[in-house]
């Protein structure tokens, strides 16, 4: 179910990279969101351990408020799911003044009265988040919530296969992070040739080829093919290569 749910998502981005003449990247997966899951507004946010933040993509101007206000006031779903590393899903804001008192009358009068937000992760280190709202109170459906955490997911990887840092301090730097429609072939079989060959499931190999990319200064797509390829094989508990 989860594997077609993915195929689905990745076929719809894919269709429409074809249709504009371009790769997959986040400002197309931002806007995809809005219609999968009928919300008004879409915010990609990239958060340093210093709290240091900027916001990557925001289709709308009551997105990038939101984002705003967050950071201004030191609260909010998006600061909340950062420091859990899971979705915070706030239905209605008016319902939440005791949860955040400042942050969420201040919403309701920019015009939100949902917000749910899914921390952006590389296996365990949180990088930043995806942020989706409704002018309108309301929880998203089962099949919204399971198509976001796909959606979610498919930001990291862009932000992950970019991997521009800056010189010195580790952290992303600025990047025009793209994905071929196919790129997601060669990843899940690198995946499952890395699951079978460390014994471990699939979600476990895929955070292993992630962490390996990242602590090595690789793009997921290049780790991916050395794997396929049989010039890499990673060793159980290995990051670092």
């Known amino acids: 179910m989860e594997s077609e749910r993915q195929d689905r998502i990745w076929n719809l981005l894919a269709d429409e990279a074809r249709h504009l003449g371009g790769g997959i990247s986040i400002d197309l997966v931002c806007s995809t969101t809005r219609r999968v899951l009928a919300v008004d507004g879409v915010a990609v946010t990239l958060i340093g351990a210093d709290t240091a933040r900027e916001v990557a993509c925001a289709t709308d101007q009551r997105s990038r408020r939101l984002e705003e206000l967050q950071f ?3 609260e909010g779903p998006c600061l909340e799911s950062f420091a859990l590393g899971a979705p915070v899903l706030a239905s209605d804001l008016a319902a939440e003044s005791a949860r955040w008192p400042v942050f969420a009358p201040a919403a309701v009068d920019a015009g939100a009265r949902s917000v749910f937000s899914f921390p952006l992760q590389f ?3 949180a990088i930043g988040t995806f942020e989706v709202h409704r002018r309108a109170a309301g929880p998203l459906s089962g099949e919204e919530l399971g198509n976001a955490l796909v959606l979610a997911d ?4 862009l932000l992950l296969d970019s991997h521009g840092r800056d010189e010195g301090t580790g952290h992303l730097a600025d990047a025009q992070p793209w994905l071929a429609p196919d790129y997601h072939t060669e990843v899940y079989q690198a995946t499952g040739m890395l699951s079978v060959q460390l014994g471990i ?3 476990d190999a895929l955070a292993r080829l992630r962490a390996h990319a990242f602590a090595n200064e690789l793009t997921v797509s290049a780790v991916a093919r ?4 049989g010039r890499l094989r990673l060793d159980e508990g290995d990051a670092d290569g």
């Open 72 to 74: 201004m006031l030191g």
């Open 123 to 125: 296996g365990a280190v």
């Open 154 to 157: 498919t930001v990291a990887l």
């Open 201 to 203: 499931g699939l979600d």
């Open 226 to 229: 050395e794997i396929l390829a």
